[in-house]
């Protein structure tokens, strides 16, 4: 008897163990939606790649990319067809090869991969969904596929399964300050390539500031040839202090418009930033009527926020603005220009006779929605929203937009906290959240930064690691039924302590992979334990292979 029941005990523990048998980790970033196993593996090596007659060429590009890839890397040809005779709802059953099928019934960015010993299906509605299962399947192969070297011994198979999965979010972005420190059109690029591979689909380019404007644009030509230039760059915590040498740059027009191609075959939408009133000194130490006292202005050499700020009481500065607005809409194809808004001093246009006549003329009083300069920066916002929106685009603002009274339309960039966002969102403005402590990519990740980050010599910001970003709920603190209004999440490289592309890597790697799960996962699908896996098992291999800077856990 005893032994019967050890027997038993025996089989019924080999059977359990027999279907426990552990699923494959495949380590994919940002997590999909939902991934379900079948037993056997399909070989990609020497696989035949079809794609449906009708995807963009775009498309078909980046199919092409991942089959000659595999080719070169597996050392054995995957060609590359049009699929015939067969569409998406073709069962993967008769299918031989990986078939890339559009099938326009599922969600923007949707996409589906099913894998089965014979073959890979792939469906999509849309460039992205394609770019974004490409992106899903490249991480379930060897990690040899991003070095661009042959790795023949390599286990080229992937595990059966079936993945489904879309994003959380439809704004998935993330900014770059290239006026602080300038960086190549090679760099932008580099940036955009590594924030595409997470799934991020926007591009928030900070282009003009006080420490210089970068920007071409043709009709106001002083504006890089002065204003894209500074004579120091304070390089301590004492603001007075510059190391006096001459630093700038600035992007061509045609620069931009391949960014914008290069950007739009990954997926990625550029915004571009024209921040103003404030953020402005560029500008006005090219042309210095466009300040209240007429200057002489120069170049910021320091960081901080800068009192002297565009005159908005004359109508030469809107024509200046529009003109440039006008540029900046033949350049960027966007939906939204983002118009900046922040940290916009009242102290010269209190002191300055034509915005003082301004205030006047338009009734300015202050109350208790705001004070007359917040009155006159509202003026200012819906002149140039009106001015866009005659242009089909819409506006985004930092929160400081929302002071005094914002007009409907506007969507409101969350980033002093949460706070502004929960406003906004319950007054039926659109949001992005961007908080500070939690999205802002320029604080140091932790104690072992001290030179690095803006945080330099304020140990008590010294958390804003990755766990940080990843904590974070962008509903948390939204009123119900408002939640319709949070477009998305983004995160913000300010770059005033970020030199060069090794700093700049350091501090967006890995907080950019938590970035992107807090962007397309839904809640329940986070795990921060096992994002930490996924990096130490696969991706910090990746960075590496594809010469990206990161800073370990
Ligand atoms: C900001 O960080 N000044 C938007
Ligand atoms: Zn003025």
Redesign the pocket.
């Known amino acids: 008897m005893k032994k019967l029941t050890i027997i038993t005990l025996a089989l019924l523990l080999g059977c359990g163990l027999e279907a426990k048998k552990a699923d494959p980790v495949l380590n994919i970033i940002p997590e999909p939606q939902s991934v379900s196993f079948e037993k056997g593996t399909f070989k990609v090596k020497g696989a035949q790649f079809n794609y449906d007659s009708f995807l963009d060429a775009a498309t078909v590009a980046a199919i092409a990319e991942l089959s000659d890839g595999i080719t070169f890397c597996s050392g054995k040809v995957s060609s590359l067809a049009v699929a015939a005779g067969v569409n998406y709802g073709t069962p993967i059953s008769s299918l031989h090869g990986v078939f890339f099928l559009k099938d326009a019934t599922l969600k923007p960015e949707e996409y589906k991969i099913e894998i089965a010993p014979n073959a890979v299906k792939i469906t999509a509605p849309d460039h992205n969904g394609f770019l974004y299962a490409i992106s899903t399947f490249k991480q379930i192969l060897p990690v040899e596929i991003y070095a661009g070297k042959p790795a023949l011994k390599a286990n080229w198979k992937v595990p059966c399964c079936t993945i489904q999965d879309s994003p959380r979010f439809a704004y998935r972005g993330i900014m770059l300050d290239c006026a602080r420190h300038f960086f190549s059109v090679d760099e932008v690029k580099k940036w955009l390539d590594v924030c595409a591979m997470y799934k991020i689909n926007r591009f928030h380019w900070h282009l003009t500031e006080d420490q210089g404007w970068r920007l071409e644009i043709k009709k106001y030509p002083l504006l890089t040839e002065i204003g894209s230039f500074r004579a120091g760059t304070q390089t301590t915590t004492d603001r007075s202090k510059h190391d006096g040498k001459r630093y700038g740059g600035y992007y061509t027009q045609e620069q931009v418009k391949d960014v914008v191609a290069y950007a739009a075959k990954l997926g990625i939408t550029v915004i571009p930033e024209l921040d103003l009133p404030g953020h402005m000194l560029g500008a006005l130490a090219s042309y210095p009527w466009l ?2 006292t007429g200057g002489p202005y120069q170049v910021w050499t320091r960081w901080g926020v800068c009192d002297q700020v565009l ?4 109508e030469s500065t809107f024509e200046f603005l529009f003109n440039v607005l006008d540029e900046i809409c033949e350049l960027f194809p966007s939906e939204y220009i983002h118009i900046g808004g922040d940290e916009c001093p009242k102290t ?2 209190d002191k ?4 003082q006549a ?1 205030m006047n003329e338009l009734g300015l009083v202050a109350d208790d929605k705001g004070t007359r300069g917040q009155k006159l920066q509202n003026y200012v916002t819906k002149r140039v929203q009106e001015h866009l929106a005659a242009k089909g685009r819409k506006i985004i603002g930092w929160d400081e937009i929302l002071e005094g009274e914002l007009g409907p339309g506007a969507t409101v960039m969350s980033w002093r906290g949460t706070k502004g966002g929960e406003k906004a969102s319950a007054m039926g403005f659109d949001v992005i959240m961007s908080p500070t402590n939690y999205c802002y990519l320029d604080y140091k990740q932790g104690v072992r930064e001290d030179d690095l980050a803006i945080g330099a010599g304020y140990p008590k910001k010294s958390d804003y690691d990755a766990k940080n970003l990843y904590s974070y709920e962008p509903f948390s603190g939204i009123q119900a039924g408002a939640e319709k209004h949070i477009l998305g999440v983004q995160a913000n490289m300010w770059t005033e302590w970020i030199h060069n592309d090794p700093e700049l890597f350091y501090m967006l790697i890995p907080r950019l992979q938590a970035l992107s799960e807090v962007q397309w996962c839904t809640p329940e699908k986070r795990s921060y334990e096992r994002l930490e896996r996924k990096l130490t098992d696969k991706h910090f291999k990746i960075m590496e292979i594809l010469g990206y800077n990161y800073r370990a856990l």
Do not use: I
Not at 311 to 314: A, D, F, P, Q, W
Not at 352 to 355: A, E, G, I, L, S
């Open positions: 300040g209240c005159c908005v009481g004359k010269e246009w300055c006779p034509v915005c301004k």
